[in-house]
């Protein structure tokens, strides 16, 4: 067994989920989710007792394109947030009612397929088709399910679009003239150019705009909160849970190690992008009045402190980015689940109208507490580990930098508990607001678990990435 | 050589049919006649051979290029079914006019001699003419017709004057001669201006800018199905032979000369940005489907101008381009006739909520707009990827980031017409599923996908 028959059961889940009918599609999604998370804790065993579930095939002989999907720490970490993610995503939808619901969960697996494949590729090319599949799905997603008027849902997401295809395109062209170069696709012959310091400054910068866009670090972060808040929650929780970790998740994989003297020397600059995105998206959250928005915003903020400690180029930066990016993955997805339950029951996003709720509620309310405290990393959780590494790393590098990163602890507590306060607590509201049910219990009772285990015992997780973080290190800095 | 007779064979056969009355049976029997045609064409491949005098050389290069052009006349008779549905006395007069045209361009890829590339450029301009024409009742059809025979006759004739001054600068009309000669030191200035005038007669038929006025109008005027042969068939044919004419006529090593070589690479690098550039840029005010398609076909000529910078090696990627680029035409064009059958005009309101109401077609549309924009697994994806690869390697990075920036402006007018069928209410009752073209927009769409797939069947035919 090797790692492309995770793929396969995701992408053979999309056509049986899409055959299945509307009213079997849901649960066929998810025994097909359930199956790949299986199969991938399965292939993690097998990694971990030194097993080889790596596949390399040729499919292209001229130009040279190879199939090749390469499992290392890295790379399952992130298959495994993915695999992961994805049932609960699908999971939590179960109270809502989509038309043509056999193209939904059906568009739900071929992302997942596409964001999988994207972790897995150690072609580049192979890795650019994954990269461009994942787009296409959430496109349609957002698009036709997503909520809102019509008219500016169809602005917000062709904007998405087009972002994000400019700058993959020029991510692209980079790996066409590194091919010109290395005669390969393969990532361990391009780990091997010498490039000039002014090539890798073109080709760092082709990158970055692709994943820039992706993250979204500032100024490329537009398109973010419109299509967060357009999108169906479901979408929303793809986007912010998976798709930005490609982004971030590239960053370490292809742009450090294929342009390092770039990297090197333009550090201080990409993490003051970073930096100015954590503090920016901070004060936008504290004005916002749509719930979903303040969560986008907030998630700006979140992926501009793992964005500047992957450019910090020290272990404990990329550790603690890896760390932040997966315990931020389920952070989010609960918040915006969250959302989503309130949305069920108000029929709103409106900070202002909701309120009350806690006395009506209180299996919810501590829930919804613990996502926002785990969101704020109070000690204990999760996102506390991944969040003091990464500012122990920008400490190493400037202090400076980790006084302001730090600001997205200090004005996340003011924005989170502010809106917890608006949303749960005050008066009992008059209208009803039925506590969770069974269902909606279970998805934040699994993210709850996943949080605070890793939260007291990140041990696993740690070592399972620090080995492919070193190699990744060693290729920086082989110079 | 065999192929060329026993397409102008089946041509004959159809009038035939008129005859004896078997107009039924015509799409049917044309289409299996043409599938024999492509058996005999495979035969062929491999096997270098010229006859008389050298008029007809087969080769891989042709053998490659007939086999698409079969497909693409296999699509487009199989579509007629439904077009023709309400003049059932003239179809085959139209089936047999597309046979002949098919002729045409097969001559046209495997030219041995200048007067056969005449020849072949003349059968199928002619047939484009008529077809284009053929709605003889309708004012815009004779209006499409008369200014694409104006223009093209123009574009015939000075590619004709060309052809006379080659053969005053060399003496000869046969390709392997000229070619032989054109690497002696000393050669007229008669040649290149020769040469120059052959190929804008070429780009005039391709439709790259400047020659590019006359697309817009004649695609929107024709009837749709020839609009659909125009876009797919004709360009593909019209760049393959200008790209057979500059590598078979040796022009870049004739130009030993370094500033007539830089000329020439300045030229085409310009031709192909300003394709690019005007096609894609015209294309996005667009709301007739038929019209953006066409400015869409310039920008693809533009692209697909940039082989020409490197004909030695770059054969291969035409090909795969070629192919890519027509078979999501074929699907797209598929579903326009479907959608506008009862329609006389093709505006993009036609297109409101078709996922709705035939979410198949729906997304093969899409499918194929997706490929001509160059979204993975779609082989559209590949051949941009092949073509900017190969340019690349040739140094002309400055040029493929300009079609990086084009591929991402044609993603803003493809996707106005994905966003009309998912996010519009559909206007209209769509009925009956005409099985022909349902089966020519699956198997087109599904071809599409699998010399995405397996790049190579297609990539190693020529390399």
Partial sequence: ?479 | MNTLIAITGLGIFCLLFEILNLRKAIVPFTILGLLGVLAINFCEFGMEQSYYNNMITVSKFSTSFSSLFIVLTIFLVALSHNFYHNHPTKISDYVAIKVFLLAGAVAMVSFGNLAMFFLGIEILSIALYVLAASDRLNIKSNEAGMKYFLMGSFASGIILFGICLIYGAMGSFDISEIHESALSAELPIWFPIGMILVVIGMLFKVAAVPFHFWAPDVYEGSPALTTALMSTLAKVVAIATLFKLVSGMNLIASLDNQDLLHTFEVIVVVLSIASMSVGNIMALRQVNVKRMLAFSGISHAGFMLMTLLTVSASAGVLLYYTAAYALSGIAAFSVILYVCRDHDNEDITNFHGLGKTNPLLAAILTGSLLSMAGIPIFSGFFAKLFLFNQTIQAGYIGLVIVAVINSIISVGYYFKLILAMYSKEPNQERTGRPFLIYATAVISIALNIIIGLFPSLVLDLLN
């Fill in chain 1, 1 to 479: 067994m090797n790692v492309s028959t995770i793929l396969i059961i995701l992408l053979i889940g999309a056509f049986a989920t899409y055959f299945s009918g509307d009213k079997l599609a849901s649960k066929v999604a998810l025994l097909f989710s359930l199956a790949a998370l299986g199969c991938s804790i399965v292939l993690l065993n097998n990694y971990n007792a030194g097993e080889n579930i790596s596949v390399i095939n040729s499919w292209i002989t001229q130009p040279k394109i190879s199939f090749a999907l390469n499992a290392d720490g890295l790379g399952l970490a992130m298959v495994l947030l993915t695999a992961a993610l994805t049932p609960i995503i699908i999971f939590s939808s179960f109270g809502n009612e989509y038309k043509n619901a056999k193209a939904f969960y059906g568009l739900i697996l071929f992302m997942a397929f596409a964001m999988t494949g994207t972790f897995l590729a150690s072609d580049g090319l192979l890795y650019y088709i994954f990269w461009e599949l994942a787009l296409v799905p959430i496109y349609f997603i957002a698009l036709i399910w997503g909520n809102g008027d019509a008219e500016e849902r169809r602005k917000a997401v062709v904007k998405f679009f087009i972002y994000t295809l400019a700058g993959s395109l020029f991510m692209l062209t980079a790996f066409i003239y590194l091919y010109t170069k290395a005669g390969s696709f393969l990532i361990e012959d391009l780990y091997k150019l010498n490039l000039s310091a002014f090539e890798q400054f073109w080709i760092f910068l082709a990158f970055f705009l692709a994943y820039a866009i992706k993250i979204p670090i500032i100024p490329f972060h537009t398109w973010q909160a419109n299509v967060y808040q357009k999108a169906p929650t479901v979408g929303t929780m793809l986007l912010s849970g998976i798709m930005l970790k490609m982004g971030l998740y590239s960053v370490l994989r292809w742009q450090l190690p294929l342009a390092p003297t770039a990297a090197k020397e333009y550090m201080y600059i990409f993490i003051a992008l970073g930096i100015a995105g954590v503090i920016y998206g901070s004060i936008v959250a504290l004005r916002q009045k749509d719930l979903k928005k303040l969560l986008a915003y907030s998630s700006l903020a979140h992926v501009g402190l793992i964005a500047a400690a992957s450019y910090t180029l020290t272990l404990d930066g990329l550790r603690g980015a890896v760390l932040q990016m997966i315990a931020h993955g389920f952070v989010v997805v609960g918040l915006f689940f969250a959302a989503e339950v309130i949305f069920r029951r108000y029929e709103t996003r409106n900070i202002a109208e909701m309120g009350g709720i806690r006395a009506q509620s209180p299996k919810f309310t501590s829930m919804f507490l613990i996502l926002v405290l785990a969101s704020v990393a109070l000690p204990s959780t999760f996102n506390f580990v991944g969040e003091f590494t990464v500012l122990y790393s920008l400490s190493q590098i400037n202090i400076w930098f980790a006084i302001l990163g730090g600001t997205t602890i200090i004005l996340g507590a003011y924005y989170m508990l502010r809106m917890f306060q608006h949303v749960m607590l005050g008066e009992t509201n008059s209208k009803a607001f039925a506590d969770v049910t069974l269902n909606e219990g279970i998805s934040f009772a699994v993210i709850i678990a996943v949080l605070l285990f890793f939260g007291f015992y990140p041990k696993p997780i740690t070592d399972l990435i620090t080995p492919s973080l070193e190699t990744i290190l060693q290729v920086i800095n082989k110079n």
